[in-house]
């Protein structure tokens, strides 16, 4: 199947909002009501997304122009749960989590890897390159886990099993009375 190419316009708070208001909606009637893409009410909605899928397999415009591999891998989430495990974007955007991550195994969101602020840079043409050197992010770790596993062949990958040890190391083992 063909990628599509992503238009070249710079995103605005609205196309953020829409996309985010999407995924909300495909995730209800995924997780609540089971359905799929063979369902007239979810057909739609996943070329919605991944029309703003970049050539590199990211997400965009939730954080403008800069990369956010927790919305990402919710969105790849929700669509391999919708039906499309198979669809060479999911693929595209394996591809591009497995060259995002930090060096301990773990993912994070660039931005935060350097210090910057969303506002100054949201807009900018060319997203922030993470600071790999920088720990990962539990929450951001956790949301691309959960990708990894809803895709029968991916969640046994040594990435996935990695990040999902790292990840499981930092839950408290201390009882509290």
Not at 53 to 74: H, K
Not at 120 to 125: E, T, W
Request: charged share 25%; proline share 6%.
């Amino acid at each position: 199947m063909a990628l599509p190419r992503r238009s070249p316009h710079l995103p605005t708070p609205a196309d953020g909002y829409v996309q985010l208001e999407t995924s909300h909606t495909v995730g209800e009637l995924v997780e609540k009501f089971g359905r799929t893409c063979e369902h007239s009410a979810v057909r739609t909605a996943p070329d919605y997304l991944f029309s703003h899928q970049t050539d590199e397999g990211d997400f965009r415009d939730i954080y403008g122009t800069q990369y956010s591999p927790n919305y990402s891998a919710a969105f790849m989430e929700l669509l391999i749960k919708a039906g499309y495990a198979h669809d060479d974007r999911i693929a595209q955007g394996f591809q591009w989590l497995l060259r995002i991550r930090q060096r301990d195994g773990g993912w994070a969101i660039p931005l935060r890897t350097v210090g910057a602020k969303l506002d100054s840079l949201m807009m900018k043409d060319d997203p922030v390159q993470p600071d790999r050197s920088k720990p990962f992010s539990c929450l951001v770790t956790g949301v691309a886990v959960r990708a990894f596993a809803a895709h029968e062949r991916r969640r046994a990958w040594s990435a996935a099993m990695k990040a999902g040890t790292l990840l499981a190391s930092r839950f408290s083992t201390r009882r509290v009375s």
